[in-house]
């Protein structure tokens, strides 16, 4: 079986400070890993795609990939109370047609 | 901006009954998804939808089915409902890569 495994949280940080979530995946072959965000009774949306090994930075976003250790990480600088939601680690499991496969993802809370 | 808008907000249906779940993109995307989201699972992908009239199994698409007449329009289908299908449908839409734009979900109860 496939598997991305996240932390389920929650992860309390107050607001200011870095938030870090981490995510594991099973399949060495995953090449796209992707970060959605999704707020209490909204559905998900993309804040952070990664294709290559290192960092990708985006605003105060950075996606982290480290193929070797099959892991990625997103950190969210200066947090805000506004950050808090779920979020949701997706990785393309290569099976002829490319799907993602999600992680259960980690609640984030942002104190202020 | 990408707009995937699925018919219903909230549906109640009975045990049995024949349910139809309803998507609609309008970025002319080649590929569209249906998933279910539940507490502690996450996401899981039900069936997807690479072209008209094409559909594929996801992970676990027992006891739906779907319908893609035209390109637009993505439809899930439970056969007969039953109380282990309540849950949160999720649809998706997406353009040659996995990159997925989501509706803003149907919340099923089915009683």
């Known amino acids: 079986q496939k598997e991305v495994e996240q932390n389920s949280g929650p992860l309390s940080v107050p607001e200011g400070a870095i938030a870090s979530l981490n995510c594991t995946y099973s399949?060495?072959?995953?090449?796209?890993f992707f970060w959605y965000r999704q707020y209490s009774g909204k559905s998900p949306e993309l804040i952070m795609s990664?294709?290559?090994?290192g960092d990708k930075e985006d605003g105060r976003f950075t996606a982290q990939l480290n193929k070797a250790s099959q892991y990625v990480s997103l950190l969210i600088r200066d947090s805000q109370p506004s950050d808090s939601a779920t979020y949701l680690c997706?990785?393309?499991?290569?099976?002829?047609?490319?799907?993602?496969?999600f992680g259960t993802g980690t609640r984030l809370l942002v104190s202020p | 901006d990408v707009k995937v808008t699925q018919s219903s907000r909230y549906l109640v249906k009975r045990t049995g009954e024949k349910v139809f779940l309803e998507c609609v993109q309008d970025?002319?995307?080649?590929?569209m998804f249906w998933y279910r989201q539940d507490p502690g699972l996450g996401l899981r992908l039900i069936y997807f939808?690479?072209?008209?009239?094409?559909?594929e199994k996801g992970d676990i698409p027992e006891g739906y089915s779907v319908s893609r007449e035209k390109k637009e329009r993505f439809s899930l289908i439970l056969e007969s409902a039953s109380t282990n299908q309540t849950s949160m449908y999720l649809c998706?839409?997406?353009?040659?890569?996995?990159?997925?734009?989501f509706g803003q979900g149907t919340r099923l109860t089915v009683v």
């Open positions: 990664i294709y290559s090994n």
């Open positions: 970025m002319d995307h080649e590929n």
């Open positions: 939808s690479y072209d008209v009239k094409m559909k």
């Open positions: 399949d060495r072959g995953s090449q796209s």
């Open positions: 998706a839409s997406s353009l040659g890569s996995v990159t997925a734009f």
């Open positions: 997706a990785v393309n499991m290569v099976e002829g047609f490319q799907k993602l496969v």
